[in-house]
């Protein structure tokens, strides 16, 4: 499990490309046969990526990181499928996952392991842990039974649909929120204006990107803007006082993950335009 330390703002905006991007930029989820984790001291958010293979499963396990005896010994975890058909097993009982269904895990639970159904099609789960205090039910939503909201326009170039997962009004969780934001074909921008939430730090990941496709992702506080060039299946960690935008080259997808300490989604402080810099 890599470890990232956080920062001061005044700190940050004085990082050269390659410093900002070991910092924030998480290169490296997903390899076959393998689980990648990042431990994140913003608010204690791990984020992980893991493709079982052929006649394999992958078992989440604690870390000497962690200090624990299982993953979830402290634990909670939002999961999602970004590949083909898997499942997981969560202490004996499986739950199937097709592209883009979530899956919440509570606090407590010991063996998770993941399997892809197919190994020449393998899974892709996507997940992301924060601390928890109390146990909440383990359920898959598949993304037919999300909530849509539906957002921007073609004129803005920003015509996009938001699928909530884990929130107040959706899986229940201590602190973790999930959800997903497909952009429509010849729509890039994401998230503009731009917004802060100084109470709770975020993760985002950006995939279905093709192998020349770019996003441009914003980040850095308003009046001190920088920004991470990210391919297909990367993702950036937010820290709480950073914007968090982007524009892509084409279309793209990507998950967010939010924890901290105001558990609602609409939890935002909008920037204005004229104050970006």
């Known amino acids: 499990m890599e470890v990232r330390y956080a920062a001061s703002p005044q ?92 899956l919440y895990v509570g606090l407590g639970k010991e063996e998770v392991t993941f399997h892809s159904l197919n190994a020449s099609s393998p899974a892709k789960f996507y997940f992301v842990s924060a601390l928890a205090h109390k146990e909440y039910p383990t359920r898959v939503l598949p993304i037919a039974e999300a909530e849509p909201v539906r957002l921007g326009s073609d004129s803005e170039s920003n015509k996009r649909t938001i699928y909530k997962y884990i929130h107040e009004e959706g899986l229940q969780s201590c602190q ?56 297909n299946e990367q993702a950036v960690i937010s820290p709480p006082w950073s914007i968090h935008s982007g524009m892509g080259t084409n279309n793209y997808t990507f998950i967010w993950a939010m924890a901290g300490e105001n558990y609602t989604f609409k939890d935002m402080e909008f920037v204005k335009m004229e104050d970006l810099k």
């Open 11 to 102: 700190d940050a905006k004085t990082y050269t490309t390659e410093r900002l991007r070991s910092e924030y930029l998480i290169e490296s989820l997903f390899i076959p046969g393998e689980i990648n984790m990042v431990y994140s001291h913003y608010d204690r958010v791990v984020t992980g990526g893991a493709i079982p293979t052929e006649g394999s499963s992958l078992k989440l396990e604690g870390s000497e990181t962690l200090q624990t005896d299982y993953f979830l010994q402290r634990r909670e975890v939002g999961i999602i499928n970004i590949g083909a058909k898997g499942k997981v097993t969560v202490d004996g009982e499986e739950y199937e996952l097709n592209k883009q269904d979530c």
């Open 176 to 231: 973790l929120m999930m959800g997903m934001t497909l952009l429509e074909p010849n729509n890039m921008w994401n998230t503009m204006p731009a917004h802060i939430h100084d109470r709770r730090m975020e993760v985002y990941l950006y995939f279905d990107m093709d192998e020349e496709s770019r996003v441009f992702h914003l980040m850095g506080e308003p009046n001190e803007t920088r920004h991470l060039v990210v391919k």
